[in-house]
């Protein structure tokens, strides 16, 4: 967790174990599932009370933000510090995009109730990382976790 005022980095979000390299989730509401219970086992927290709220986070609207993209994400109860999990699918699923292209990327992130104010620094910058074409290229030809978290966090 970054210190107040502190510059929120990817590494606050993710460490190289919360990345999986081959995903393979039949639909939305599976990865959303699946998701929910590898958060569950890093953050503590109850795996349904995580599913529910990413859930009615989608119902207001998919959080698939195009290219081939989704960054699902809720405040979550007992929370304390952001827990992020990212999934490269190993093939890709509708997640009811913006652009209507199926999903292989996934950054799931959950957010503590606490944080709720840096919640728009965490999004924005999981979306510029994900924005940037040579970034989406390397991740999906990479070859490994630890690549793929090299390649997110840019070291």
């Known amino acids: ?23 393979a989730y039949t639909d939305k509401s599976n990865a959303i599932r699946e998701l929910a219970s590898r958060a569950a086992e890093i953050a503590g927290v109850d795996v349904a009370a995580i599913e529910q709220a990413l859930k009615a986070r989608e119902a207001l ?9 989704a ?3 809720a405040r979550i109860e007992g929370l304390s510090g952001f827990v992020g999990v990212f999934a490269r699918l190993t093939k890709p699923i509708d997640f009811q995009s913006v652009d209507g292209k199926a999903c292989d990327l996934i ?40 690549e793929i978290y090299r390649l997110l966090v840019g070291s």
């Open 1 to 23: 967790m970054t210190k107040a005022g502190a510059t929120m980095t990817m590494s606050d979000l993710i460490t190289p174990d919360q990345v999986l390299e081959r995903a």
């Open 71 to 73: 960054i699902p994400h």
């Open 61 to 69: 609207g998919s959080t698939g933000v195009g290219q081939g993209i």
């Open 107 to 146: 950054f799931l992130l959950l957010i503590p109730p606490k944080d709720a104010s840096r919640q728009v620094s965490a999004l924005a910058l999981i979306s510029r990382r994900l924005r940037d074409k040579s970034v989406v290229e390397s991740v999906r030809s990479a070859t490994g976790r630890t």
